[in-house]
């Protein structure tokens, strides 16, 4: 799939939980992962699922390769790490960031769990960032949605994205965000051979920022969640 034409007078985002590129992609074959994020040109990119443990012995470490490939400014959030590499999520930006945050969401004895906040000093204007790959179970969602509110806290354009792991409406994350970001995507993004739950979103504020927003089905290839991308105008009140 070719990725539409970025309009000049927006911001382009792109959330994709890349699963450790393992879905269709047994050789960890980065490059094709890069290939499909360049073709939407966006220009900033939240990854879940970065794994340098899978990575083979004379590649590159995958944190520092997808950083460069994709944009100019890279921070990476570590949740596991051991002897044989780390697991985590990024956030990429062509922007400069002038503030960046990583916070721990972890739930008790669950899978640590991070959420980045960056500040981004885009053309359209100051955007603020959080990007999150959130936990499994129902009670550690709602307490972690509570945080990432606290994280995008404010009147400024803002936009929380990422593997939210959640499909319910009552009480649930989308519930809880689309409250104070009322513009969001819709898609149903997993499994992605065919996809029935909408796991990944990108939330924002002001409602009227999104302009469009897109999901590209060729990335069944490569994970099992497809990617979502989403065109902003962070200056719109």
Known sequence: ?????????CVRVMTWNIHGTLGRNP??????????IRRWDPDIVALQEVDSRRALADAANPFEYLAGAVGVYGIGAISLTGADGDYGQMLISRFPVSHQEIRDISFGER?????IRAEIATPLGPLTVVATHLGLSISERRRQAAMLLELAAGNAPAIIAGDFNDWFWPGSVRAVLSRILAGRTRFRTFPAAFPLLRLDRIYCRPRVALVRSYVDRSARALSDHLPVIADLRPGIQ
């Not at 050789?27 to 499909?36: I, Y």
């Open 1 to 9: 799939m070719r990725g539409a034409e970025k309009p000049a007078d």
């Open 111 to 115: 899978e640590p769990r991070r959420a």
């Open 27 to 36: 050789r960890f074959d980065l490059v094709r992962v890069v290939d499909l």
